[in-house]
């Protein structure tokens, strides 16, 4: 029952008919559905979604997703227009190179796909990398404003950009993806991770551990210093005040959440303790965190504090962990989001447990992951819905070693590949209403998929590092060392690092 892209509504509608939860080429797009529910209410209305039952993941369905969904991306890219890949859901102007709405989040994709190159991609994906790359290298500048945002500032630009200058082999592109990197604001009014300076500084560290750059470093520690400087403590609990719009003079909020509140800002503060930590040794100091005079115990202070008000400030429902939208408010986020819901504070909790040894904050971080039941109510995108989630159980996968992690990942494609629709002959993973873009749209659903079925470290943040494995130990779960993934493309056991 879909109705394909451009295919118009009337006597030749579709018909109703078997299978549209498991068929994407008899299944309707959301806009089909609305319009046929607004049209003939009560006529011949589709099933209501359940859930099918549950199936052996298949790589070879996964891999036609892939190669369908690179295709999509081909047909969709339009280089002489303002925007690379048009999103029909933009009624604002944005940044043509962000990574959530413009051209880097699918060249991150694109980048991704290229590298493992799997079977079903031939040289597509490859093609595309050079064309995007040098697409988004010929607008780097072209801004009124370099904004510090990871997903709508121009930081996971230049992770996106840097990435594919590896993939080229193209050195010259790589300079420009640091250099770029060298002018994102180190201060600023937000201090969140999606538009404000903790998307620079994780961009800043994420890049200096593939170059080694000084420069890079010395900012992020700066970057953490005033991030640090900019918390709004109440005893002990930690939160930061964010402005309410981009660019806003008065009225902030704050909240719990990875994209615009305490987990996203604090994972920043741990990677910059990290980075700190690993600064004191390359010099002979041996960094102490009980001395608060130094940034390096500031900055373990303050991740580890976030850590607790994150616990303190948890709601349990159904086994599983949410947070309230705010935290003196009781509205509770719905949904999986990275951006504002459980899946981001599983995000920091994971990292937190491998780099502190508390297995308090990793017995949270299991208790982020999705319940089986709110998948089918869930949009597939990587900032709100599946591909996010599916993201942080790969994390756990890779911090912890248990294989169950995986598994509900794989349930997660089954999930996304459930619901894929038919346009213009290809299998699309996310609705085509969302467009191409890494945010919401096809991008950000395949990138979870190439990471599901090929592996590899998750994507934009800083690589996961060492984990004492008594940190993550499950004791409801036999396992042998867990492992981390290290860098591009390599998985280290605990200990090798
Ligand atoms: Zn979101």
Known sequence: MCRRKGEKRGSDRMKVSRGPLTDPNVRWTTAAAQAY??????????AARVAPPGRPGSGEETDRLLADGIEHLRRGMSP?????????????????????????????????????????????????????AAWVDARLYEVSRILPGLSFGRAGTAIALYDAAVLL???????????????????????????????????RIR??????????????????????????????????????????????????????GLAGIATFLLHAAEVADRTAAAKGATPRRDDLSGLSARLWRAARGAGETLLRAARPDRGGLFW??????????????????????????????AATGDDRFASAARRCAPAAHSLWTSPPGACCGLAG?????????????????????ARIGEVIADQAVAVDGLRISAEPDNGYAY???????????????????????????TAPAAAVADPSVSMGAGSLVNGPDRTVPIGQS
Not at 37 to 46: D, F, K, S
């Open 37 to 46: 529910l607004a049209a003939e209410p009560g006529a011949g209305r589709p």
């Open 324 to 353: 309230p939208a705010t935290p003196d408010g009781d509205d509770r986020i719905d949904g999986l989001h990275w951006c504002n819901g459980s899946a981001g504070a599983g995000m920091f909790l994971i990292r937190l447990a």
């Open 439 to 465: 945010g919401a749209g096809t991008a950000g659903v395949l990138d979870f998929l190439l990471r599901l079925r090929h592996g590899g470290p998750g994507p934009w943040l800083p690589n996961l590092r």
């Open 80 to 132: 002489q227009e303002p925007y690379l890949w048009r999103s029909d859901r933009a009624t604002v102007h944005h940044d043509p190179c962000d990574a959530w709405r413009g051209a880097a989040g699918v060249l991150a994709t694109l980048t991704r796909a290229a590298r493992h190159r799997p079977s079903t991609i031939d040289n597509t994906a490859l093609d595309l990398v050079k064309q995007a």
């Open 389 to 409: 989630a599916g993201q942080l159980l790969l994390d756990l996968a890779d911090v912890t070693g248990e294989s169950r992690w995986r598994a509900d990942a």
């Open 207 to 260: 890049l200096w551990q593939a170059t080694d750059d000084p420069v890079l470093r010395d900012d992020a520690l700066a970057g953490a210093e005033a991030v640090l400087a900019a918390a709004d403590r109440d005893g002990d609990e930690w939160r930061w005040s964010i402005p309410s719009t981009t660019g806003a003079t008065s009225g902030t909020h704050s909240s719990y959440g990875f994209g615009h």
């Open 169 to 203: 082999g193209d050195s010259r592109l790589a300079a420009r993806a640091v250099a770029l990197a060298h002018c994102l604001p180190v201060c600023g009014p937000n201090a969140d991770v999606t538009n404000g300076v903790s998307g620079a500084g994780l961009a």
